[in-house]
């Protein structure tokens, strides 16, 4: 393979979340007096910490979000993941590809680490996860499109940026990894490849991504 570490994103790259995320972060704005659509929701938040939602609000009404809008969205969204979170449809095999292969891969994701393992444990996906490869904005400060959390993740894990591979699926997240000097695959399970530009390569079915991987299977 000509990689020696495979980042993965979470939410719509290894858990099916974002349907399910952005349902309920749309319904709670709009309960809120912030009219925003299902598809506003995708565009404006798919792949960004929760601290953007705040700043966009701010910015666009000059209001604050009340103080436990972060504890009531990670509720709803947690009692969401409990009773409809699946894994991505292949993702599954991928993990055991490059588990049989014995190739390092982590996960960094712009969710917390308690968002994280509430929807790996909802998924079964946390017997591939240890916690020493989970890495969440939440390490850094500064989350994706920032560089930041991917450089993070790759310096703990002991790789070179341009000896990793990012698996994406937002353009916040292929902005941030190609600004952290990494090829990105970007899954166009839900965005269309024209929102992904600047990827190394696009696909739309996890059963692609071990051949780009250069993986036998």
Request: aromatic share 8%; glycine share 8%.
């Amino acid at each position: 393979m000509g990689y020696d570490l495979v980042i993965f994103d979470n939410d719509g790259v290894l858990v099916d979340s974002e349907p399910v995320a952005n349902t309920i972060l749309a319904g709670y704005l709009t309960e809120l007096g912030h009219p925003t659509s299902y598809e506003d929701s995708i565009r404006d938040y798919m792949g960004s910490a929760v601290h953007r939602v705040h700043d966009l609000v701010r910015e666009r009404t000059g209001q604050r979000l009340p103080a436990d809008f972060d504890e009531t969205l990670h509720a709803r969204t947690f009692a969401a993941f409990e009773r409809e979170l699946v894994p991505v449809p292949g993702v599954v095999d991928v993990l055991r590809t490059l588990a049989a292969q014995s190739v390092p891969y982590c996960l960094a994701s712009s969710g917390s680490h308690e968002r994280i393992r509430v929807g790996h444990r909802a998924a079964g996906l946390t017997p591939w996860f240890r916690d020493d490869v989970v890495f969440s904005a939440q390490d850094v400060g500064r989350g994706k499109p920032a560089p930041d959390l991917f450089l993070h993740a790759a310096r703990t894990m002991g790789v070179e940026p341009a000896r990793c591979v990012v698996v994406e699926d937002s353009p916040l997240g292929v902005r941030a990894a190609v600004d952290a000097g990494m090829d990105v695959y970007a899954f166009t399970g839900m965005m269309p490849v024209e929102r992904l530009a600047g990827a190394t390569a696009h696909f739309g079915d996890m059963k692609e991504l071990p051949e780009l991987l250069e993986l036998p299977v």
